[in-house]
T-cell receptor, first 115, second 113 residues
Framework: EAGVAQSPRYKIIEKRQSVAFWCNPI?????LYWYQQILGQGPKLLIQ????????DSQLPKDRFSAERLKGVDSTLKIQPAKLEDSAVYLC?????????????FGQGTRLTVV | EDKVVQSPLSLVVHEGDTVTLNCSYE??????LLWYKQEKKAPTFLFML????IEKKSGRLSSILDKKELFSILNITATQTGDSAVYLC?????????????FGQGTILTVHP
């Protein structure tokens, strides 16, 4: 079974530029998450989708970050304009929908460096 | 706001040593606690704990939850260099959504030959 796919693996941009990340979840997983992991910290949830609807985006800096999940499958996360503090690993995860906890599977992440 | 705190933040041991990693939590509507191993970038699932005092075991790794004192420990016996990683604990959000995880800051484990 294929895992969660993310691209690119690495990205270096200058501050004030824009960047986009792509995620393809495991087939059949209705729930998709984007996490931001700053060096030395645990991942922090940015946004959670169920199918193509947003479940939770309370920690997404909406003035510069946006995310969409058209057709309830692939998702893109965009930052525009980027700031130095956005340097982090961006992790995408997906899970099935269930009555209890269903394991979230993580992709390899995209390491963003803003210079 | 849910909070998960891990200690120590880093640990350096030699092969064969036993290590204990700690995780304390303050979570509204607590349901379970999860442990992940993160090598390079992708966290991989280790354990889910829901009941106090029941040890979960997988090979040389074991974990237990204390819901009265609000903490969990992860033990690794006879450590190997392949155990070097960041170990994360996390708690799913309460309410109807299990998916949103609040992570601790992680413990960086380094095992020297």
């Amino acid at each position: 079974e294929a895992g969660v796919a993310q691209s690119p693996r690495y990205k270096i941009i200058e501050k004030r530029q824009s960047v986009a990340f792509w995620c393809n979840p495991i087939s059949g997983h209705a729930t998709l998450y984007w996490y931001q992991q700053i060096l030395g910290q645990g991942p922090k949830l940015l946004i959670q989708f169920q199918n193509n609807g947003v479940v939770d985006d309370s920690q997404l800096p909406k003035d510069r970050f946006s995310a969409e999940r058209l057709k309830g499958v692939d998702s893109t996360l965009k930052i525009q304009p980027a700031k130095l503090e956005d340097s982090a690993v961006y992790l995408c995860a997906s899970s099935l929908v269930g009555r209890g906890y269903t394991e979230a599977f993580f992709g390899q992440g995209t390491r963003l460096t803003v210079v | 706001e849910d909070k998960v705190v891990q200690s120590p933040l880093s640990l350096v041991v030699h092969e064969g040593d036993t290590v204990t990693l700690n995780c304390s939590y303050e979570v509204t509507n607590f349901r379970s606690l999860l442990w992940y191993k993160q090598e390079k970038k992708a966290p991989t699932f280790l354990f889910m704990l829901t009941s106090s005092g029941i040890e979960k075991k997988s090979g040389r790794l074991s974990s237990i939850l204390d819901k009265k004192e609000l903490f969990s420990i992860l033990n690794i016996t006879a450590t190997q260099t392949g155990d070097s990683a960041v170990y994360l604990c996390a708690a799913p959000a309460g309410g109807t959504s299990y998916g949103k995880l609040t992570f601790g800051q992680g413990t960086i484990l380094t095992v020297h030959p």
